[in-house]
């Protein structure tokens, strides 16, 4: 009986992500990969669109052994495509990964930078193979021959030799050891120079950005964020006062609900009732908190008529990953959408004793209402979205997400894509 050292352990696993403008080269690239006996996959298998073709994508991607992305000119060019989502979907399996594990393997097929092409960061970690409109090379083939063999995918180059410590002669005086300052990440105050006031100045300005940008990197997903949108809103307010100084009052009320909300959260991120220190945040809570405060601060501008008025996405009682999910969308696409045009979408209430989006809308002098809430769809959940005619409560567009295994900026962007525009049909 053959033992267990004796089974053929399967090829691996390759999954191709490309533009549709390289679908030649992909093809190519294929073929090769297929010929030096590798397992490739990608979306010319026979796969049908919609929703089924959309989980099998996601679950190859969460299977396959290695993803490789194609990297050209045309993807450089796109500012959107499924592609993106594929390479997304990837780098967030790698957040679970080990650093010396490779699983994203870049390919380019012209003569892309690899420094300057439009990739995420994490595809700039790895040394890229550069195989001219897909068809074989002897690196290529190199690294199939290397899989087989279980190597490592990725040659790494050998430790660096160092000199030889050569011993200090007999006379020589110990170095003076200076004590480390107690925060070693931090920048050393700038010294002052009576002479020259200016340049120190803007020394220690300088000096507080830095610190600011350290202490900004330590803080958790949530709140960088939460900052984010704070950020974007606060400009947002000021840009729409710049006319004169007429809105200068509204721009600093705009202000200071800002710095109510980043408030109000970081309580809950940083000292919620109940949970020990040291103990991992609520994310959960944490995204209720961000659509709550987001309508509380800014859903009572009555003064505006905004084309389209958006109400924070709801979840069931007691749902939180469900709460979460919602939040996280609504954040994302809210921001996307104010970015785009800040007077065209108001913000509505969903707290309770609010009163109904369409009393809200029509308040607001709104022509469409957008809504999300989560809900069960047969074996699962899905986030039901769906934008009205104000006027005659007619759907104007509608789609269910199923929220399991959802990217909710990949979500967020999907909506922002289909929302009407002020004043005509669906985009």
């Not at 996959?41 to 959309?54: F, K, P, T, V």
């Not at 002479?195 to 958790?220: N, S």
């Amino acid at each position: 009986m053959p033992s267990a050292e004796d089974t053929p352990h399967p090829p691996p696993s390759i999954f191709i992500s490309y533009a549709s403008e390289d679908r030649e080269a992909a093809r190519s690239l294929r073929d090769a990969l297929g010929a030096a006996g590798l397992e490739v996959w990608y979306d010319e298998s026979g796969l049908g669109g919609g929703d089924a073709w959309d989980q099998k994508i996601r679950r190859q991607i969460r299977e396959c052994t290695y993803f490789m992305p194609v990297v050209s000119a045309n993807t450089d060019a796109r500012h959107e495509g499924y592609f993106r989502r594929e390479w997304r979907l990837a780098v967030e399996r790698t957040l679970d990964m080990a650093d010396d594990v490779t699983f994203v393997v870049p390919v380019v097929i012209d003569e892309t930078p690899q420094g300057r092409a439009r990739v995420p960061e994490r595809f700039n970690a790895v040394q890229w193979l550069k195989v001219p409109g897909g068809r074989p090379t002897p690196a290529l083939q190199g690294w199939c021959a290397r899989l087989l063999r279980g190597e490592s995918p990725v040659e790494r180059p050998p430790a660096p030799r160092r000199p030889p410590v050569r011993p200090a002669p007999a006379f020589a005086q110990p170095p003076v050891q200076h004590p480390a300052p107690a925060n070693a990440a931090f920048p050393p105050f700038p010294e002052g120079d009576p002479h020259r006031r200016t340049k120190f100045f803007f020394d220690v300005i300088g000096w507080i950005l830095a610190c600011a940008r350290l202490l900004y990197r330590e803080l958790p997903r949530g709140i960088r964020r939460l900052i984010v949108v704070a950020v974007v809103l606060l400009i947002l307010g000021k840009a729409c006062s710049a006319d004169g100084g007429k809105h200068e009052p509204k721009a600093a009320e705009a202000a200071a609900k800002v710095r109510q909300a980043v408030s109000e959260i970081q309580q809950i991120e940083q000292a919620p009732k109940g949970r020990a220190p040291g103990e991992k945040v609520d994310m959960a809570k944490l995204g209720e908190a961000v659509g709550a405060a987001l309508a509380k601060e800014f859903g009572d501008d009555e003064g505006s008529e905004p084309p389209l008025f958006a109400v924070p996405f709801a979840a069931p009682a007691g749902d939180a990953d469900g709460a979460r999910f919602a939040g996280e969308v609504f954040v994302h696409l809210y921001g996307k959408l104010a970015m785009a045009d800040s007077k065209a979408i108001g913000l509505g209430k969903s707290a309770a004793g609010a009163a109904a989006p369409l009393e809200q809308a029509r308040s607001r002098h709104s022509r469409l209402v957008l809504l999300g809430a989560v809900k069960a769809a047969g074996d699962e959940r899905v986030l039901d979205v769906s934008v009205v005619q104000v006027s005659d409560g007619g759907n104007v567009w509608s789609h269910a997400y199923p929220i399991k295994d959802a990217v909710a900026a990949a979500v967020a962007d999907d909506i922002a894509a289909h929302v009407p525009s002020p004043g005509s049909g669906p985009r």
